[in-house]
């Protein structure tokens, strides 16, 4: 089975600077996708960036990157800039290739992100 | 273009009633996902329908809770014989076919008396 971890239960930063979260996954399979969601206080979900595995290329949105090592099997979420609003709950979860049964999402257990003004 | 809608968005109910949670996929999606936040945890798969049919439900518990999803009308997420371990934030996400990112509604907070 997949697991997915997230070492950093909380993390904090200035506003204006960057913050780097980790993730680490476990899994077999040699295609995949990673994700990360965003969980501000108004508990919504919010997904905030997604990688392919069989793409090199890190996948970039606006102040939001990754930087995704297939071989150690990490997936970290760089913040640059940060903003007050990016104060939230984030979550990385990974997802096996589509198929016919078990598109589910495995989620680790989230890092607590507080932004200082 | 409307997100993924869940409906109430809160929900008291005392020990051994029944909750019927809703969700309403955006347009266009016929995969729905139900997810189950506990207090203080990261989201656990629960069940995954398409319309009519229940794919996937490994993550439900084995009594108590039911999931379908109509050819018309909302997925509906039911519990019966609520107890006070079932008090959680319940997320559905929905899913385009042969999509694979997943988008959430606001969840439903349970609270069970």
């Known amino acids: 089975a997949q697991t997915v971890t997230q070492s950093q239960p909380e993390m904090s930063v200035q506003e204006a600077e960057t913050v780097t979260l980790s993730c680490t996954y476990d899994?077999?399979?040699?295609?995949?996708?990673l994700f990360w969601y965003k969980q501000p206080p108004s508990r919504q979900m919010i997904l905030v960036i997604r990688?392919?595995?069989?793409?090199?290329q890190n996948a970039t949105e606006n102040r939001f990157s990754v930087n995704f090592q297939k071989a150690a099997k990490s997936f970290s979420l760089k913040i640059s800039d940060s903003q007050l609003g990016d104060t939230a709950m984030y979550f990385c979860?990974?997802?096996?290739?589509?198929?016919?049964?078990?598109?589910?999402?495995?989620f680790g257990a989230g890092t607590i992100l507080r932004v200082k003004s | 273009n409307a997100g993924v809608m869940q409906n109430p968005r809160h929900l008291v109910r005392r020990r051994g009633q029944e909750a019927r949670l809703r969700c309403s996929p955006m347009?266009?999606?016929?995969?729905v996902y139900w997810y189950r936040q506990l207090p203080e945890e990261g989201l656990k798969f629960m069940v995954y329908?398409?319309?009519?049919?229940?794919?996937?439900e490994s993550g439900m518990p084995k009594e108590r809770f039911s999931a379908e999803f109509p050819k018309e009308g909302p997925s509906i997420l039911r519990i019966q014989q609520v107890v006070r371990g079932d008090s959680a934030a319940y997320f559905c996400?929905?899913?385009?076919?042969?999509?694979?990112?997943?988008?959430f509604g606001p969840g439903t907070r349970l609270l069970v008396l």
């Open positions: 979860a990974f997802m096996k290739p589509l198929q016919e049964y078990g598109n589910k999402l495995v």
């Open positions: 990688q392919e595995a069989y793409k090199q």
């Open positions: 347009k266009g999606h016929s995969h």
């Open positions: 996400a929905s899913s385009r076919p042969e999509r694979e990112t997943q988008y």
């Open positions: 329908l398409q319309k009519e049919n229940i794919i996937d």
């Open positions: 899994t077999s399979e040699s295609n995949y996708y």
